[in-house]
């Protein structure tokens, strides 16, 4: 399974991106994905999760701004970034997995990244 994530560039502070995360290859179930994120120089962090029954989280510094969505019949999954900061710059990687319930960052795919630069 490869997943393949897009929609980073560069725009000003205050505008929006999405990010678009798209599985594909032999017959598979996802059932949950996420975005993360990581900073120049830092660990990866989680930025968003959803699975198949609705269950969504937020990291506290997106929340009112990034929203996640899945549609997970078509295997593909998205993350809506509004009133962007230069904070939010990194670089932002999908992930998915055929479980609803994820432990930790324990996700089975993970795509390769996608650059979000955030700067006026």
């Known amino acids: 399974v490869q997943l393949q994530a897009s929609g980073g560039g560069l725009v000003q502070p205050g505008e929006s991106l999405r990010l678009s995360c798209a599985a594909s290859?032999?017959?598979?179930?996802?059932?949950?994905m996420a975005w993360y994120r990581q900073f120049s120089g830092k660990q990866r962090e989680l930025v968003a999760s959803?699975?198949?029954?609705?269950?969504?989280k937020y990291a506290d510094s997106v929340k009112g701004r990034f929203t996640i969505s899945g549609i997970f019949a078509e295997n593909t999954g998205y993350l809506q970034m509004d009133k962007l900061e230069p904070d939010d710059t990194a670089v932002y990687y999908c992930?998915?997995?055929?479980?609803?319930?994820?432990?930790?960052?324990?996700?089975?795919?993970w795509g390769r990244g996608t650059l979000v630069t955030v700067s006026s």
């Open positions: 992930a998915a997995d055929p479980a609803t319930r994820v432990v930790g960052d324990n996700y089975k795919y």
């Open positions: 290859g032999p017959p598979f179930t996802i059932v949950a």
């Open positions: 959803v699975n198949s029954g609705g269950s969504k």
